[in-house]
């Protein structure tokens, strides 16, 4: 089993920055993939993207490309979500999972959540 812990979630202001942290724990977090996911109100759960267990392979969904950039630190049970450029449809409810292999879609643990809010 593993707990994920997202923070780092806040108000910020349209071109701003902000980075997410998702801390584990029960079992170390070099053995699994992470990824990030989003979900806007009254909108489906929305990929954003993944890591490998390494750190040494990314990948993005089209919308956050070049503004947004994952990393992990494995050494420290923790994944990254830094965000820049940030504009108002970033806005919603982030959250880190974490599962054997880089997915858009399936993972077999997840946090419980950070909110951002982007305003103009």
């Known amino acids: 089993q593993v707990q994920l812990v997202e923070s780092g979630g806040g108000w910020v202001q349209a071109g701003g920055s902000l980075r997410l942290s998702c801390v584990a724990s029960?079992?170390?977090?070099?053995?699994?993939?992470m990824g990030w996911f989003r979900q806007a109100p009254g909108k489906e759960r929305e990929f954003v993207g993944n890591?490998?267990?390494?750190?040494?392979?990314?990948y993005y969904t089209n919308s956050v490309k070049g503004r947004f950039t994952i990393s992990r630190d494995n050494a420290k049970n923790t994944g990254y979500l830094q965000m820049s450029s940030l504009k108002p449809e970033d806005t919603a409810v982030y959250y880190c999972?974490?599962?054997?292999?880089?997915?858009?879609?399936?993972?077999?643990?997840w946090g419980q959540g950070t909110q951002v809010t982007v305003s103009t």
């Open positions: 999972a974490a599962g054997a292999v880089p997915s858009v879609r399936t993972y077999a643990y």
């Open positions: 029960g079992r170390a977090l070099e053995n699994y993939a």
């Open positions: 890591i490998n267990r390494s750190g040494g392979i990314t």
